[in-house]
């Protein structure tokens, strides 16, 4: 929930159609709906017999299957229902066009039309996989039924049991076949504690007679497969997986990484170095539309043909171990050691996609009367229906990047109801500057509080206390003492929390432009963002650039002044990213309030402070990406977003430009669309003058969502196709 304002500023950004603003775009992103990944877990509470699910199988009709540790499951579509007396614990399944293959304990079952038939003696082990083989004999093809355990190969035929010896006992004592395969020519392959093998012989079992099946030669001979390309060879050791896919492609897994050969007999060879997220492989799977999908003991991995995507945590799964995985055309259905998980692609709009996010926070995230967007603790993790709300230190920022995004929801669609939402969030940080100006400890005028408390509740005075603050002293010098930290209001209704920080800021003034210039249109509606715009910005010129509390000291992190900024070491690596603030602040005020006062204090820190080079040279204190903190890097976008957007000076604007574009260049490996589309909307065809010539600061990224299939690969080239007829129409943020 904390992240969701974010991801609405997101959506709306590039459904931004640009409307008075001073710079503007002609770039156009057509853009209909796009595969959204969704993923729904089950439990048994939703029916299932027990959450220690070992398996998945769905038969040619579509019926899905898990087996559990307590029996056999079947999905109606809506629930789970246990299939009766059907045997248990369960440990691999195999489905065909209606027949369901069952590996329970040491036995082998086939269910047919709700029937249940024994199909085995007791095995030496349980099983870990199945797999049909067709055995050529003197009279008619056959099938007979391959099972993996531990303690060796068996087949399955003619109502009678038969092991394979893999290896003879010098090579492999143990035995242990962990899965096992027939390709198109009938070669039998198998994965091993010791490596992938396979059996290049054929004819080596026959029927007739009485003597069941046979062996025809007395030595197998088995062969170590070596997946090679180029100049890579793998010895594969510890091999897990072996599977087909629809096209009869071998794919083998292993910690070496997965190996998957094409009809050339070429082999692919990934790793971690190639994308692979992590090889702790438990299954795979293959689509039929090719996307591959990997279990592992922390998490699921799918694979598009170009990308590898990591699914873990409760948002995909259930519980991170990963028993079994089977893959479909939309997705794939994933047995855990906590439920069942069903990863699903739905067709979706970024509209369509913005109203759940703004539905989700309707529901749960408005807090007080004046509606602070915040996250919300769950009573039970999973389970909605009891939640608890809650203050942050940065209510402030969350409630600005909400209304933000309803700004260019606004502007983009003209929705009264986004108008509405932005209206609402307006006003609730419009609040936090009034409520500190009387009460119990008066702060100086227009100096703003990170959050409220109605005082019919909590007194939270005796969570942050004296003794707290104390405490934090010890690992932060620079931490505050304050009594109290909520003071109350004049009214008595409020407590105003204390020691409010440059987060806060950023949230106020990026929500104060977007508001002017979208949604204010009423010269009343205009004059109320003014007034509270210059009081915010006025106490930090009177105070030296300084957020001052109530105590008349400044805050921790609300300091801007250019004596502590260059000149004291403590807050050297506040200085790029602190500097950027400030002109923000003071280039929306004056934008707001057209007053040139705030333009000449801009100036003078750009002129004499050298705040402009600060902020290109070093905005933020970097060791690589998701280096520190990333509230660091979302500050920063939220400052360029307006700083650029209004910067008419080309000197100042080309350091402006310099300092995003090297931002960029870190951030952008996190492929995260608020700094892709804040970057895109300030930079797409945008040039910098140089001492080498001019840089083109376009982003490198696909902008063109184009035509998708439902796994989310684009079509007709890498950058898709644009379509004639589009759900929705959008422009790129002004520039």
């Known amino acids: 929930m904390l992240k969701t304002p974010l991801v609405l500023f997101a959506l709306f950004l590039i459904a931004h159609v640009a409307e008075g603003a001073p710079l503007q775009s002609d770039k156009r992103l057509e853009i209909r709906s796009y595969p959204q990944e969704m993923s729904k877990a089950y439990t048994t509470v939703d029916g299932l017999p027990s959450d220690d699910v070992r398996a998945m199988a769905i038969t040619t009709d579509g019926t899905v299957y898990a087996g559990t540790a307590k029996g056999l499951s079947q999905w109606d579509g809506t629930g789970w229902q246990t299939v009766p007396d059907s045997p248990k614990p369960i440990h691999a399944l195999l489905a065909t066009d209606v027949d369901l293959y069952i590996a329970a304990s040491t036995h082998v079952y086939r269910l047919t039309g709700g029937s249940l038939d024994l199909l085995t003696d007791a095995l030496p082990a349980s099983a870990n996989s199945l797999h049909f083989d067709t055995v050529n004999t003197a009279h008619q093809p056959a099938q007979s039924l391959l099972v993996a355990t531990n303690k060796g190969l068996f087949s399955l035929s003619d109502g009678a049991t038969h092991r394979i010896n893999v290896f003879d006992e010098h090579r492999n004592p143990v035995d242990e076949i962990r899965d096992v395969t027939v390709n198109a020519s009938g070669h039998t392959i198998v994965s091993t504690p010791f490596g992938a093998y396979i059996l290049k012989e054929r004819g080596l079992f026959y029927t007739g007679g009485d003597q069941g099946l046979a062996k025809a030669h007395k030595r197998m001979e088995w062969q170590r497969l070596l997946p090679t390309h180029e100049t890579e060879s793998w010895g594969m050791v510890d091999a897990r997986s072996v599977l087909l896919d629809d096209a009869g492609h071998l794919l083998l897994t292993a910690p070496q990484g997965v190996a998957q050969q094409g009809a050339d007999g070429d082999w692919r060879l990934s790793a971690g170095h190639d994308g692979l997220p992590y090889n702790d492989f438990t299954a795979a799977d293959v689509a039929s539309n090719g996307r591959l999908w990997l279990g592992t003991g922390n998490g699921a991995i799918h694979y598009d043909g170009e990308h590898w995507a990591y699914r873990a945590g409760k948002r995909w799964l259930p519980n991170n171990a990963v028993r079994d995985i089977v893959a479909t055309d939309d997705g794939a259905w994933i047995a855990t050691a906590g439920g069942v998980s069903r990863i699903y692609f739905q067709d979706m709009t970024f509209a369509e996609k913005a109203e759940y996010f703004e539905s989700e926070i309707d529901r749960f995230g408005r807090r007080t009367e004046f509606e602070y967007i915040n996250g919300v603790t769950l009573e039970t993790a999973g389970d909605t229906s009891k939640w608890n709300q809650h203050d942050t230190d940065n209510d402030g920022q969350y409630t600005g990047l909400y209304g933000a995004a309803e700004c260019l929801a606004y502007g983009a669609t003209g929705s009264a109801k986004a108008k509405e939402r932005a209206t609402k969030a307006f006003e609730a940080l419009a609040f936090l500057s009034e409520v500190t100006q009387s009460g119990s400890n008066p702060a100086p005028p227009g100096f703003i509080a990170r959050s409220i408390l109605p005082t019919d509740g909590r007194n939270p005075n005796e969570h942050d206390s004296p003794e707290r603050d104390r405490k934090k002293q010890e690992s932060d010098a620079l931490w505050k003492v304050l009594i109290p930290r909520w003071p109350t209001s004049g009214d008595g209704k409020w407590y105003w929390k204390t020691d409010a920080s440059s987060d806060e800021l950023d949230g106020h003034f990026l929500m104060y432009a977007l508001y002017y210039d979208h949604v204010a249109k009423t010269d009343a509606e205009k004059a109320q963002v003014r007034e509270v715009c210059a009081r915010v910005m006025d106490h930090l010129i009177d105070n030296d650039f300084r957020l001052v509390d109530h105590d008349g000291t400044p805050t921790r992190w609300g300091n801007f002044s250019p004596e502590s900024l260059n000149g004291d070491p403590n807050w050297w690596t506040e200085r790029g990213l602190n500097s950027l603030s400030l002109l923000t602040y003071l280039t929306v005020t004056h934008h707001v309030t057209g007053e040139q006062k705030y ?61 995003i574009f090297y931002y960029w260049q870190i951030v952008r490996q996190e492929k995260n669309p608020f700094f892709n589309f804040v970057y895109a909307a300030l930079c797409d065809g945008q040039g910098m003058q140089t001492q080498w010539g001019v840089t083109d600061l376009s982003p490198t990224l696909d902008l063109d969502i184009g035509e998708r299939d439902r796994c989310g690969r684009l079509g007709d080239g890498a950058m898709g196709r644009r379509r004639s007829d589009p759900d929705l129409l959008v422009e790129a943020a002004p520039r």
């Open 599 to 659: 333009r000449d204090v801009f100036m003078d820190l750009v002129e004499n402070h050298y705040y402009a080079l600060n902020g290109m040279v070093m905005p933020k204190l970097q060791a690589g990406p998701g280096s520190h903190v990333q509230f660091d890097d979302k500050m920063a976008f939220m400052n360029y977003y307006n700083l650029i957007r209004y910067e008419k000076d080309p000197e100042v604007l080309r350091m402006f430009q310099n300092s």
